[in-house]
């Protein structure tokens, strides 16, 4: 019996209207392995018909980002509340590239995280170091901060994905020792400190069909936030027929 495996699919700001319907269309023909949950993720104004597409499909939807108030005069910013009616299941949230291109703290992807689990959308929680961090031997007091500040106590199930900034687009993908001490460690903060005994941990960075499978393999873990690859269906075919 294979492991399920959650597949974040992160389009990131790509894809217009008619390439996104042909994507997902496609992406609907491998959707039927039930040892994958499939969680697509958006641009906010494809999301509407890329909800409508799926409704009838094993593919879940999911947002890259939200607003941490529920509603208000926040220009241009995206709700939870609209999220959910437009049947997002799941929203990334403390991306590095939120962190580095729109300022966001640790502190407010802790109050977008609070909201969304209590809206009922599920957080993915993204943590990741920098180069210089890692250079420096300093990367597991950045990963600890950002897990320390941004997850809730007690919340069980909570997904993390770790992504090294110095991995994302770039071709750069840790060693599987590398991504194992990562995973060993949140396991371990996260039930010391906060008391979570589930945890779905997910790596992310330059994740391809190449080395997908060694990852998964060799670390067991709980799936892949896929950036680059996502876009593509040749990549995706291979990916979503693991197992
Ligand atoms: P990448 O992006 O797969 O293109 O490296 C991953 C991400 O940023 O989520």
């Known amino acids: 019996m294979c492991q399920v495996k959650l597949i974040v699919s992160n389009w990131k700001m790509n894809l217009n209207v008619s390439d996104s319907k042909k994507l997902i269309k496609d992406l609907i023909k491998f959707s039927n392995n039930n040892s994958i949950e499939h969680v697509v993720c958006p641009q906010f104004a494809l999301i509407p018909s890329v909800s409508r597409l799926i409704k009838e499909s094993k ?14 005069a926040y220009t241009g910013d ?7 009616e437009l049947n997002c299941k799941y929203v990334i ?5 939120r962190r580095d291109y729109h300022s966001e703290t640790n502190e407010l992807v802790k109050k977008k995280v609070f909201l969304a689990i209590s809206e009922g ?21 950045i990963i600890e901060k950002q897990l320390d500040v941004c997850v809730p106590n007690d919340y069980n199930n909570v997904v993390i994905a770790y992504e090294p900034i110095w991995s994302i687009g770039t071709g750069q993908v840790p060693t599987n020792k590398e991504i194992l001490e990562m995973k060993k460690f949140t396991y371990n903060f996260l039930k010391s400190k906060k008391r979570i005994h589930k945890v779905n941990f997910l790596y992310g960075g330059s994740v391809n069909s ?7 393999n060799d670390t067991k873990v709980d799936g892949a936030l896929i950036g680059g690859s996502s876009l593509k269906i040749i990549e995706m075919n291979k990916i979503l027929t693991f197992c």
Not at 210 to 216: P, Q
């Open 59 to 72: 593919i879940t939807l999911g947002a890259q980002d939200c607003h941490h108030e529920k509603i208000g």
């Open 93 to 97: 949230l403390g991306h590095s590239e």
């Open 121 to 141: 959308l599920k957080p993915i929680i993204c943590v990741g170091e920098s180069i210089e961090d890692r250079k420096s031997n300093n990367y597991l007091n």
């Open 78 to 84: 995206t709700s939870v509340q609209i999220l959910k």
């Open 210 to 216: 190449m080395n997908f499978h060694e990852i998964m």
